[in-house]
């Protein structure tokens, strides 16, 4: 008997957030509801994976992603926090709502919640909704022309959050503010410590339950946490809680901000430690408790890397601080690699996904992205892999390691190359004929090979699907440079887009890989240690934490790394 | 909202005087926040956040862990007052008042010369006193049902519309008496579960006796009611899920991986088929059905299976509901199938199942001798329901106190008068410039009675007046009545406090006072906001 093999989404702090928005605006774009695209069904995406069916007290269907999501108070903006779809919040964005701040005073009354006339109302002033927001509101979006500006005026990730939540999904610490210029849930072990506090715990972990209750299969988890701060302290605890109660596969993505952050009693010096030793334990617990974890970033090196030197891709141009354009990054990158155990023809586990990438106990992965792929206009893929460099075809996402192009295990997922595209029939085929990829009846068959030739002594596993990667808006159009058509490939010579055009898709490739090489990154982080003190940094010896501990997690690093050490193995 | 301005300076900075006067502006700030919610006149407060978001409470720690206080001495009030919730449940509106007034007293010394220190020795005589008061008027009580429902009545009235109130106090009553059951120990309110189903029409708040949980049989063919019915609770997986990371098997071909597969899936069909045999054993020839509550999943195979014999089964149940099922239903909680006996099974008259939207509950009533029970709040939309639960806890913790402390205060105000007039004597005994704190303390206190008497519409003056002359004249305590504004007994109308909330207060509120007075430095200080 087949049934969905769920997922159940989980998203820690801000920027996972911003992250998680992309993906979940990139998830209902993608949505088909009469298949009148060039896309056969069976190569779409299974969102059942992901989404759950539901009913809200109006009697209509909601279809929402199993997710839940924690975040600082204030970065909901305009979103009440039982999502919009359930009803129990007043909907203060239309004109009469004073209307409805009196029906819900009446019905209190009415329940002999006070005495009449003892109630008495005390309104924050409504939040501004963004532009896109209302115009979403009126069913108004004008995504061919009109410029929100998002880049600039988006102050949080719910101001260009097209998907809608299911009222368990959201969850705000009370008490933490988000401010604009300290992190205020600053260290691993105030997580840690949130997340064994009552008033947190109790009603979080129910909401795990119930979404677990419902899975008739469920596979494993996703979990995107943001590591700089607090909240990795909060999403360790909560991995470890996951496999102690349901003991299924996770796939881990720590997040790093693109930009140094600062935190309460802490000048940068200190910030930089705060940052590293956050790091660090988050590293110990996710060798321990994840299946696989991949960090993310759009920066080159984390963890001292004062000019924040941003990772380039050809034909893409983002502002490295912008939290909306760089996590848009990611979230391309997420949605483009998840494919890999989405895909309906081809039903793969999360389990077997993370495994066989992650050989030896090499746990920790690295990301690989191509977006746009690079590809002109009218070129075959065949054509354009055999032009290309060997292993220049990805941008690395995850900071400060190369895996290289040699013993490298690896799992690509090639979105937006339609199977046309692939190689001419043979007779207009001419040099074509020659190669021997001209063989490969698909996407994924001529990457394999690809990776056959280019790799030395390397495993690939490739899967493809020609859905290409939504860029309309909410996603930042912007990014793409002119020599980019409308379609994503890229305009031959020296041609331009018209100027009025925006790229509407676009074709993608996704990696993720695990080489020797990604000791590494593991290095890099060690030798940051050397300079911290613990005893000087008083965010973490103020809540009692223990040196030890500290010690523990550094050699448990150690041992880690030592998985990376041959480098004939694969 | 200006008051809340007030809590909100921009000083980096501020020294001895100006010390002093930000703690008091501050605590006089948020006393006029809370002012309006004192007593069963008192306001409710409606909050509505920028989102649309609705809360609806009466309940002083609610407000003040909603309000966003950034002031650190406001916080410091603010955390008392939570204190104060933690360890008794009640009287967090009170502390911030009292802590105000004390300071606001205080204030009126201070400014004519008296040193802080002298003060904060005052108010500890004081409170001494005051405490040594409270001692004498505790009337001890009997535990039984007309006391508890006295207690938990004064209580709700405070939270919620009186209707509700009685209602509430019914339901929370006998709630603590049942799972007590005359037995001697402390009473874990954990074993009273807090249902909630929202329910546009449907909108009142029972007692079951038994348990209600938020989740239902996954498959279609399970029977949606049974009578008469042995509950096995266990914490099983019956699930098949290679789950192990790491324990991948090795296989060479696709049959001997089959083979693995069968192997690892049989596994888990003999567990279910434990199950079915023990309910073959006990139901065959009998009326009696079978139901299996488990703390782990139940994969739709094994649900087939239980489908067909009849048994309705329940996967991922909450952990706590685990040790509630023992307890309502008898037996125990399995971690295997390897033993299963007939005495390892619970009962319940009833079981069934209640589909609301996109949810779903199962009942287990009329069980034998329940020792942990469920109150189930229905209420149209999600604040309606959150106030009841609040006013639900905090009445179960004000039987629970009264349990155990086997005494009560008169309510309405009446210890506060009492304590007044034995202060304003008790002041005379006192040497030396101390004596004006005992005076402020003892003024301090009449914050109380007067907030009532405003919040109930009759003048403070008039009332402190007739309340302290009538109780210098009576042995007994003498209360306000909110209804006539005259003063009447409060042991004659039922209205008590809780004795350790009392004594809470006077203890914490003293202490907190003092610590204020005696700042005579505030500063706001952290590197990044020295640095700008």
Same mark, same amino acid.
């Given at each position: 008997?087949?049934?969905?093999?769920?997922?159940?989404?989980?998203?820690?702090?801000?920027?996972?957030?911003?992250?998680?928005?992309?993906?979940?605006?990139?998830?209902?774009?993608?949505?088909?509801? %009469?298949?009148?695209?060039?896309?056969?069904?069976?190569?779409?995406?299974?969102?059942?994976?992901?989404?759950?069916?539901?009913?809200?007290?109006?009697?209509?269907?909601?279809?929402?992603?199993?997710?839940?999501?924690?975040?600082?108070?204030?970065?909901?903006?305009?979103?009440?926090?039982?999502?919009?779809?359930?009803?129990?919040?007043?909907?203060?964005?239309?004109?009469?709502?004073?209307?409805?701040?009196?029906?819900?005073?009446?019905?209190?009354?009415?329940?002999?919640?006070?005495?009449?006339?003892?109630?008495?109302?005390?309104?924050?002033?409504?939040?501004?909704?963004?532009?896109?927001?209302?115009?979403?509101?009126?069913?108004?979006?004008?995504?061919?022309?009109? %410029?929100?500006?998002?880049?600039?005026?988006?102050?949080?990730?719910?101001?260009?959050?097209?998907?809608?939540?299911?009222?368990?999904?959201?969850?705000?610490?009370?008490?933490?503010?988000?401010?604009?210029?300290?992190?205020?849930?600053?260290?691993?072990?105030?997580?840690?410590?949130?997340?064994?506090?009552?008033?947190?715990?109790? %009603?979080?972990?129910?909401?795990?339950?119930?979404?677990?209750?419902?899975?008739?299969?469920?596979?494993?988890?996703?979990?995107?946490?943001?590591?700089?701060?607090?909240?990795?302290?909060?999403?360790?605890?909560?991995?470890?809680?996951?496999?102690?109660?349901?003991?299924?596969?996770?796939?881990?993505?720590?997040?790093?901000?693109?930009?140094?952050?600062?935190?309460?009693?802490?000048?940068?010096?200190?910030?930089?430690?705060?940052?590293?030793?956050?790091?660090?334990?988050?590293?110990?617990?996710?060798?321990?408790?994840?299946?696989?974890?991949?960090?993310?970033?759009?920066?080159?090196?984390?963890?001292?890397?004062?000019?924040?030197?941003?990772?380039?891709?050809?034909?893409?141009?983002?502002?490295?601080?912008?939290?909306?354009?760089?996590?848009?990054?990611?979230?391309?990158?997420?949605?483009?690699?998840?494919?890999?155990?989405?895909?309906?023809?081809?039903?793969?586990?999360?389990?077997?996904?993370?495994?066989?990438?992650?050989?030896?106990?090499?746990?920790?992965?690295?990301?690989?992205?191509?977006?746009?792929?690079?590809?002109?206009?009218?070129?075959?893929?065949?054509?354009?892999?055999?032009?290309?460099?060997?292993?220049?075809?990805?941008?690395?996402?995850?900071?400060?390691?190369?895996?290289?192009?040699?013993?490298?295990?690896?799992?690509?997922?090639?979105?937006?190359?339609?199977?046309?595209?692939?190689?001419?029939?043979?007779?207009?085929?001419?040099?074509?004929?020659?190669?021997?990829?001209?063989?490969?009846?698909?996407?994924?068959?001529?990457?394999?090979?690809?990776?056959?030739?280019?790799?030395?002594?390397?495993?690939?596993?490739?899967?493809?699907?020609?859905?290409?990667?939504?860029?309309?808006?909410?996603?930042?159009?912007?990014?793409?440079?002119?020599?980019?058509?409308?379609?994503?490939?890229?305009?031959?010579?020296?041609?331009?887009?018209?100027? %009025?055009?925006?790229?509407?898709?676009?074709?993608?490739?996704?990696?993720?890989?695990?080489?020797?090489?990604?000791?590494?990154?593991?290095?890099?982080?060690?030798?940051?240690?050397?300079?911290?003190?613990?005893?000087?940094?008083?965010?973490?010896?103020?809540?009692?934490?223990?040196?030890?501990?500290?010690?523990?997690?550094?050699?448990?690093?150690?041992?880690?790394?030592?998985?990376?050490?041959?480098?004939?193995?694969? | 909202?200006?008051?809340?301005?007030?809590?909100?300076?921009?000083?980096?900075?501020?020294?001895?005087?100006?010390?002093?006067?930000?703690?008091?502006?501050?605590?006089?700030?948020?006393?006029?926040?809370?002012?309006?919610?004192?007593?069963?006149?008192?306001?409710?407060?409606?909050?509505?956040? $920028?989102?649309? #978001?609705?809360?609806?409470?009466?309940?002083?720690?609610?407000?003040?862990?909603?309000?966003?206080?950034?002031?650190?001495?406001?916080?410091?009030?603010?955390?008392?007052?939570?204190?104060?919730?933690?360890?008794?449940?009640?009287?967090?509106?009170?502390?911030?008042?009292?802590?105000?007034?004390?300071?606001?007293?205080?204030?009126?010394?201070?400014?004519?010369?008296?040193?802080?220190?002298?003060?904060?020795?005052?108010?500890?005589?004081?409170?001494?006193?005051?405490?040594?008061?409270?001692?004498?008027?505790?009337?001890?009580?009997?535990?039984?049902?007309?006391?508890?429902?006295?207690?938990?009545?004064?209580?709700?009235?405070?939270?919620?519309?009186?209707?509700?109130?009685?209602?509430?106090?019914?339901?929370?009553?006998?709630?603590?008496?049942?799972?007590?059951?005359?037995?001697?120990?402390?009473?874990?309110?954990?074993?009273?579960?807090?249902?909630?189903?929202?329910?546009?029409?449907?909108?009142?708040?029972?007692?079951?006796?038994?348990?209600?949980?938020?989740?239902?049989?996954?498959?279609?063919?399970?029977?949606?009611?049974?009578?008469?019915?042995?509950?096995?609770?266990?914490?099983?997986?019956?699930?098949?899920?290679?789950?192990?990371?790491?324990?991948?098997?090795?296989?060479?071909?696709?049959?001997?991986?089959?083979?693995?597969?069968?192997?690892?899936?049989?596994?888990?069909?003999?567990?279910?088929?434990?199950?079915?045999?023990?309910?073959?054993?006990?139901?065959?020839?009998?009326?009696?059905?079978?139901?299996?509550?488990?703390?782990?999943?139940?994969?739709?195979?094994?649900?087939?299976?239980?489908?067909?014999?009849?048994?309705?089964?329940?996967?991922?149940?909450?952990?706590?509901?685990?040790?509630?099922?023992?307890?309502?239903? $008898?037996?125990?909680?399995?971690?295997?199938?390897?033993?299963?006996?007939?005495?390892?099974?619970?009962?319940?008259?009833?079981?069934?199942?209640?589909?609301?939207?996109?949810?779903?509950?199962?009942?287990?009533?009329?069980?034998?001798?329940?020792?942990?029970?469920?109150?189930?709040?229905?209420?149209?939309?999600?604040?309606?329901?959150?106030?009841?639960?609040?006013?639900?806890? #905090?009445?179960?913790?004000?039987?629970?106190?009264?349990?155990?402390?086997?005494?009560?205060?008169?309510?309405?105000?009446?210890?506060?008068?009492?304590?007044?007039?034995?202060?304003?004597?008790?002041?005379?005994?006192?040497?030396?410039?101390?004596?004006?704190?005992?005076?402020?303390?003892?003024?301090?206190?009449?914050?109380?009675?007067?907030?009532?008497?405003?919040?109930?519409?009759?003048?403070?003056?008039?009332?402190?007046?007739?309340?302290?002359?009538?109780?210098?004249?009576?042995?007994?305590?003498?209360?306000?009545?909110?209804?006539? $504004?005259?003063?009447?007994?409060?042991?004659?109308?039922?209205?008590?406090?809780?004795?350790?909330?009392?004594?809470?207060?006077?203890?914490?509120?003293?202490?907190?006072?003092?610590?204020?007075?005696?700042?005579?430095?505030?500063?706001?200080?952290?590197?990044?906001?020295?640095?700008?």
């Amino acid at each position: 008997m087949q049934h969905t093999r769920e997922i159940l989404t989980f998203q820690f702090g801000t920027y996972a957030n911003y992250v998680g928005a992309h993906f979940w605006n990139q998830q209902e774009a993608n949505f088909v509801y %009469d298949n009148d695209s060039n896309v056969p069904e069976e190569q779409l995406p299974h969102n059942d994976v992901l989404y759950r069916e539901g009913l809200n007290d109006q009697k209509q269907t909601t279809y929402t992603p199993r997710l839940l999501s924690v975040d600082l108070l204030g970065t909901l903006r305009h979103l009440p926090i039982v999502g919009e779809l359930y009803g129990n919040f007043l909907q203060l964005a239309n004109e009469q709502n004073a209307d409805e701040v009196q029906k819900a005073k009446d019905s209190a009354e009415q329940n002999q919640l006070s005495t009449p006339g003892g109630l008495d109302v005390r309104m924050q002033p409504p939040v501004e909704l963004s532009e896109y927001q209302q115009d979403l509101l009126k069913g108004a979006v004008n995504i061919e022309s009109k %410029d929100y500006n998002l880049a600039q005026n988006c102050s949080s990730w719910a101001d260009y959050l097209y998907a809608r939540y299911h009222p368990r999904t959201l969850n705000v610490l009370q008490g933490m503010q988000r401010q604009t210029d300290v992190q205020v849930l600053g260290t691993q072990v105030a997580g840690v410590e949130l997340w064994q506090s009552s008033s947190f715990n109790e %009603d979080f972990c129910d909401r795990i339950r119930l979404y677990a209750e419902e899975c008739d299969g469920l596979q494993g988890f996703q979990l995107l946490f943001d590591i700089d701060d607090g909240f990795s302290g909060l999403a360790t605890k909560c991995l470890e809680h996951l496999n102690d109660e349901y003991s299924r596969a996770s796939y881990v993505l720590p997040l790093h901000y693109p930009r140094n952050i600062s935190y309460a009693q802490a000048d940068p010096r200190t910030a930089h430690s705060i940052r590293v030793v956050n790091s660090v334990l988050s590293y110990y617990h996710l060798t321990e408790q994840a299946t696989m974890f991949t960090p993310l970033s759009t920066l080159e090196t984390i963890w001292r890397n004062t000019t924040l030197q941003s990772r380039r891709m050809t034909g893409l141009h983002w502002q490295p601080d912008n939290l909306y354009q760089s996590s848009a990054v990611l979230a391309a990158y997420l949605d483009t690699v998840t494919l890999g155990y989405r895909l309906r023809q081809t039903p793969e586990t999360l389990l077997r996904f993370c495994e066989r990438v992650s050989p030896a106990g090499r746990k920790m992965t690295a990301a690989g992205l191509s977006l746009p792929l690079g590809m002109e206009q009218e070129q075959d893929l065949i054509d354009f892999l055999d032009g290309a460099d060997n292993g220049s075809l990805l941008s690395q996402l995850t900071p400060g390691c190369e895996p290289g192009n040699s013993h490298v295990v690896q799992s690509v997922v090639a979105r937006g190359i339609p199977y046309s595209r692939l190689k001419r029939p043979v007779d207009q085929a001419g040099p074509q004929l020659r190669m021997s990829a001209y063989k490969c009846e698909s996407v994924s068959q001529m990457l394999q090979l690809y990776y056959q030739c280019a790799y030395h002594g390397s495993v690939t596993h490739a899967a493809s699907t020609p859905l290409p990667l939504n860029t309309k808006l909410p996603f930042p159009y912007e990014l793409f440079d002119t020599r980019i058509a409308a379609d994503g490939f890229k305009l031959q010579s020296e041609a331009e887009r018209e100027q %009025d055009k925006r790229v509407g898709c676009a074709p993608a490739l996704a990696a993720v890989q695990n080489s020797s090489k990604l000791g590494t990154h593991l290095d890099t982080l060690h030798g940051q240690t050397h300079r911290v003190q613990l005893a000087k940094l008083q965010s973490y010896t103020q809540s009692g934490f223990e040196q030890d501990e500290y010690d523990t997690a550094l050699d448990k690093l150690l041992e880690f790394r030592d998985n990376y050490e041959d480098s004939q193995y694969l | 909202m200006a008051s809340i301005s007030l809590l909100n300076p921009k000083a980096e900075f501020a020294r001895a005087a100006q010390a002093l006067a930000i703690n008091i502006s501050a605590a006089k700030g948020l006393q006029d926040v809370m002012r309006t919610n004192l007593g069963p006149k008192g306001t409710v407060k409606m909050l509505v956040s $920028g989102a649309g #978001d609705i809360k609806i409470t009466k309940d002083g720690n609610v407000l003040l862990h909603d309000m966003q206080i950034q002031h650190p001495t406001a916080s410091m009030i603010a955390r008392a007052s939570t204190a104060q919730d933690d360890s008794t449940g009640d009287g967090t509106t009170t502390t911030v008042m009292l802590i105000g007034e004390l300071l606001k007293q205080a204030d009126i010394y201070l400014s004519e010369g008296l040193h802080p220190r002298i003060m904060a020795e005052g108010f500890e005589k004081a409170r001494d006193k005051a405490l040594e008061v409270l001692d004498k008027v505790k009337v001890p009580v009997d535990i039984n049902k007309k006391n508890l429902m006295e207690i938990a009545n004064t209580s709700l009235k405070t939270k919620v519309h009186p209707q509700l109130a009685d209602l509430l106090t019914e339901v929370c009553v006998d709630a603590v008496l049942t799972i007590s059951n005359d037995k001697k120990q402390p009473i874990d309110l954990h074993m009273v579960e807090l249902m909630e189903m929202q329910h546009k029409t449907d909108t009142d708040t029972q007692l079951v006796r038994g348990l209600v949980m938020d989740h239902g049989a996954r498959h279609p063919d399970m029977p949606k009611r049974l009578e008469n019915a042995y509950i096995l609770t266990a914490n099983v997986s019956l699930e098949y899920e290679k789950a192990e990371v790491n324990s991948g098997f090795f296989y060479k071909t696709a049959t001997e991986r089959e083979a693995f597969v069968r192997a690892e899936r049989e596994f888990i069909d003999q567990r279910v088929k434990k199950v079915i045999e023990l309910k073959r054993a006990v139901c065959d020839g009998t009326d009696k059905t079978f139901v299996l509550i488990n703390q782990k999943g139940i994969d739709p195979i094994s649900l087939d299976a239980l489908a067909k014999e009849g048994i309705l089964a329940l996967r991922r149940a909450k952990r706590r509901n685990m040790e509630r099922l023992a307890l309502a239903c $008898g037996g125990t909680a399995m971690n295997s199938f390897d033993d299963l006996q007939e005495e390892n099974l619970g009962y319940a008259g009833s079981v069934y199942e209640h589909v609301l939207g996109e949810n779903k509950y199962t009942f287990v009533e009329d069980c034998k001798n329940p020792l942990s029970v469920t109150i189930l709040i229905k209420g149209p939309n999600k604040h309606t329901i959150t106030q009841i639960k609040d006013a639900i806890r #905090d009445g179960l913790r004000a039987i629970n106190n009264t349990i155990g402390d086997k005494a009560l205060v008169p309510g309405a105000g009446a210890f506060e008068v009492r304590a007044y007039n034995e202060l304003v004597q008790y002041k005379e005994t006192v040497k030396g410039k101390a004596r004006l704190a005992v005076q402020a303390f003892a003024d301090a206190l009449l914050v109380i009675p007067k907030t009532l008497a405003v919040n109930s519409g009759y003048d403070a003056q008039d009332t402190i007046v007739k309340l302290t002359v009538e109780d210098r004249l009576s042995p007994e305590l003498v209360g306000l009545d909110l209804s006539t $504004g005259e003063p009447m007994k409060p042991t004659d109308l039922g209205v008590y406090d809780n004795y350790i909330v009392k004594k809470q207060i006077l203890n914490s509120c003293s202490i907190i006072a003092s610590n204020l007075l005696l700042v005579d430095e505030v500063m706001r200080a952290g590197m990044t906001s020295l640095k700008g």
